[in-house]
């Protein structure tokens, strides 16, 4: 039987879980009892039961393996009873939570910084997703984080490492491990909700896709689902391969990063089709031939076609969006009389609202979609929802937006982040706008005229907590709107984000160029904000 160690150590100051998780540059991991200190705050903070199972693994990045090894050790030394790793260490974020369901786990910890970059000079990033398959609600986060203030201690055993690089059975003295294939359970459950056989025909009748895994870990899912189960061409998929470092890329399909995608969907000769996923697999960006999808506008549009899916026929239960997300959605949940619900950014306050049967889809602006079929955001998934839909409507990607713009009107919206600002000057911008909230109301700014402003806030409708200070909201007498936020997942300095949406019926208006449509806005913006005199910055440093 291998020893338990149980080794000293002292806090760090900087452990605090953002949006989504601890994310840190991996230099910062890599410091003497770092990734420990937070592990053994995780497991100290969630008190695993005796007989409980693990699931373990993470997008591929630089330091994942590494990681893994610290991890099983820990797990094995603190009374775990076994624990589910994908092979090779990967798994998506949402197939991490798919098992988590699946095989009624205690929970898990997934080791990604998501869309931030990877490599030795990258991000890394751990967060802990409890037994519903769903990130850690904020009490149980805030409790890790006030553990690593008074860590004292951890324990790991001393063992030798396991090899993951093939699917079986393992064991660290009395804890078995299972090294699962990270796909199939996840493109089983892909397979249950959505027309395989209609979308298969899609591809048989020559409709053609191109599907950019950014050299992160859809790769493998991508191949499995589109290559293997739909019949898909081979060139369907590029990037595939998921790599240490993301092939030095910034694995965030947007477009300004996922631009080799845009580009091929923009050439001549494009694909029906296009769609990326993120580092971690939870996040998705729908193309058209020459034709783009605002992630607000997908989830509105989504919610207004989900009975055409297998999985949806039933109807849903009612949606939720982060509140900077477009209120597209409200628009179709009103038609179809649902609830709809307005939570703060990040995943982890759609949980609540799921596991109390409250909502089916969810969605946020950051190109983030998903359903109660698992806790997490669903890159694939969505993709997946979109040609079920195409399949079903036989139609264009654009002719479904401009149909539904036509029924719905449209939320024109668009995001300007500022990356990397120092520190003081952001939080200048923020106390500057709270400043003059009061000053603002009634106050009118070219056509537009401020109805009411705030600092939003939300009280979760079935557990009654209360997360204070999620961003700062110009609602205008017109229904459009400006939020300011500061992001929780960056890793240098400060960033800023602008979001701006503005509503408009008129049909005649809908081949506008977002950022023309909201130029005005975008002015309003930057003069109520200070933005250039407090920051210096013209211009965003991405728009979305
Ligand atoms: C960003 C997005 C947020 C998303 C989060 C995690 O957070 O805005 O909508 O939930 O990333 O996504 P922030 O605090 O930087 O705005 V992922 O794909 O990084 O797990
Ligand atoms: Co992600």
Known sequence: MPAILTIATQPYPDQKPGTSGLRKRVAVFRQPHYLENFVQSIFDSILPPAGSTLVLGGDGRHYNLEAIQIILKMAAA?????????????????AASCVIRKHATFGGIILSASHNPGGPEGDFGIKYNAANGGPAPERITDSIYETSLKISQYRVMDAPDIDLHRTGEASLGEMKISIIDPVADYADLMESLFDFDAIRGLFKGGFRIKFDAMHA??????????????????????????LPDFGKGHPDPNLTYAHDLVDILHGENAPDFGAASDGDGDRNMILGRHFFVTPSDSLAILTANATLVPGYREGLKGVARSMPTSSAVDRVARTLDIPCFETPTGWK??????????????????????????????GLWAVLFWLNVIASRKQSVEEIVRQHWARFGRNVYSRHDYEAIPDDAA??????????????????????????????????PVDGSTSKGQGLRLLFTDGSRIVFRLSGTGTEGATLRIYLEAYDPEISRHGLDAQEALCELIGIARQISQLEARTGRKAPTVIT
């Open 78 to 94: 603190n009374g775990y009873a076994r624990v589910l790793v994908g092979k090779d260490g990967i798994l998506s974020t949402p």
């Open 217 to 242: 870990v859809t790769g493998p899912y991508a191949r499995e689902i589109f290559i293997n189960r739909l019949q898909a061409p081979e060139d369907s998929i590029m990037n595939a391969v998921p």
């Open 349 to 378: 306050f759609f949980g609540n609202l799921m596991d109390a049967g409250r909502v089916t889809l969810c969605g946020e602006e950051s190109f983030g979609t998903g359903s109660s079929h698992i806790r997490e955001k669903d």
């Open 427 to 460: 939080k200048g911008v923020m106390e500057h706008i709270r400043a003059e909230f009061g000053n603002l109301p009634g106050k009118s700014f070219g056509s537009y005229k401020v109805e009411h402003c705030d600092d939003f806030s939300y009280t979760d």
